[in-house]
Nanobody, 126 residues
Framework: QAQLVESGGGLVQAGGSLRLSCAAS????????MGWFRQAPGKEREFVAY???????????HYADSVKGRFTISRANAKNTAYLQMGSLKSEDTAVYYC????????????????WGQGTQVTVLS
């Protein structure tokens, strides 16, 4: 059973950057696919990015079209931490950002994820 705690959210001007962190405890972090999702007010939670795990090859990353080229997901297995580096932020990026983990192949649908953090608020001021 993994516990996930996000941090790094806050207020930022449009065009600025933020780095979110997701610290994991319990479970086997190094074998999880880690995902980031977000939920804006009045909207459904949506996929942002994932980073896979494989013992045979480098991690694979995948992004929602809306953040491709602006956001970068990464992981530091030795620190049991996943990151989401967000740049060129826009007002439409304002949301609560959630970290999630799943055992198994990488997926971009939130229903596939087994463990969730409590979320961290990101507000982009235009």
């Amino acid at each position: 059973q993994a516990q996930l705690v996000e941090s790094g959210g806050g207020l930022v001007q449009a065009g600025g950057s933020l780095r979110l962190s997701c610290a994991a405890s319990g479970g086997t972090f190094g074998t999880y696919t880690m995902g980031w999702f977000r939920q804006a007010p009045g909207k459904e939670r949506e996929f942002v990015a994932y980073i896979s795990w494989s013992p045979w090859s480098a991690s694979v990353t995948h992004y929602a079209d809306s953040v491709k080229g602006r956001f970068t997901i990464s992981r530091a297995n030795a620190k049991n931490t996943a990151y989401l580096q967000m740049g060129s932020l826009k007002s439409e990026d304002t949301a609560v950002y959630y970290c999630a983990a799943r055992e198994g192949t990488a997926r971009d649908d939130l229903s596939a994820y087994d463990f969730w953090g409590q979320g961290t608020q990101v507000t982009v001021l235009s």
